[in-house]
């Protein structure tokens, strides 16, 4: 057997944990990267009932990946983070990502304003060089993908310099300012918006702006952290089950392997459909020691939502695609 660095060799990852759910399922964060890693991480979705990804990749990817994938793949596209600084191409330069993104028929532009950048760019997501971009994008019916913010445990080790990084409670205003401005812009957060250890406060942001939706992509942090309180996290699956979509955010990177691949897909699919518990085949470097996942046992019409029906309404999907 293949053993990749960082997995536990006791579970066979190439093995999906027995379950009852058989509908389709549709991963609405990953990366794709070079030809034959982007294969390996489609060969693994497919062993786990994938049957859509909605991959994060650079505008001029879309014609090869659509020839090699067809139906299989979705395009969420970069927008560009390099020009900033430069007031007149940055805007410009997102603003043709988004018509050429358009025409070839993607379904979302991905935003990056978490601490690191926040820092390195004096940008953040409510920068009124921003505001045509978004304009333009709540226009033609695209949606947005954000990551805004880290596990809290970085804010100890990574961003704990209050001269150059804010708090993650203030972080988030970045994100209400533009909601506030673009009510009908459709946003999914990333990383259960970005701080799954808080999950009243997330309740608070879906509560407030309609158009908001969490993926559940960044596999460690969340399966750590709603193993850490199962009773609360599947309450509140069941609570909001028409705003979260299913993501790994996997990312096709030349040296995962394809069992690395699956050891995600595998945390995801105990986690939200088994009743039992067991060690998380993945080592976690935040969580100080093993990781048990505690299996969220979610009904079979919650798991459909959060497996496809959302992805399907948020990005626009053809459901007869699947
Ligand atoms: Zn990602």
Redesign the pocket.
Known sequence: MHVSRGLDASVDVRRPPTSRYTGPIIDA?C?CGRPRATQRMIRAGDLYGIRKRVV?CGIDEIPRLRREYGDRVAFNVWSEHKLVGRDQPFTGTNLRIVERAVRAGAVAIKFWYKPEFNERSGMWFDDPRLDRVFQAISEAGLGVLV?IADPDVWWKHRYNDPSRFESKQLTYRQLTNTLERFPSLRVLM?HMGGWPENLPFLAGLLDRYSNLCLDT?GTKWIARELSRKPAESRDFFVRYSDRLLFGS?LVAFKHATFEHHCSRYWVHRFLYERRDAARSPIEDEDAGGPVFLAGLNLPTAVLDRLYHRNAIRFFGLVPGSL
């Open positions: 964060h990366h994060i990551h990333a992509s955010d």
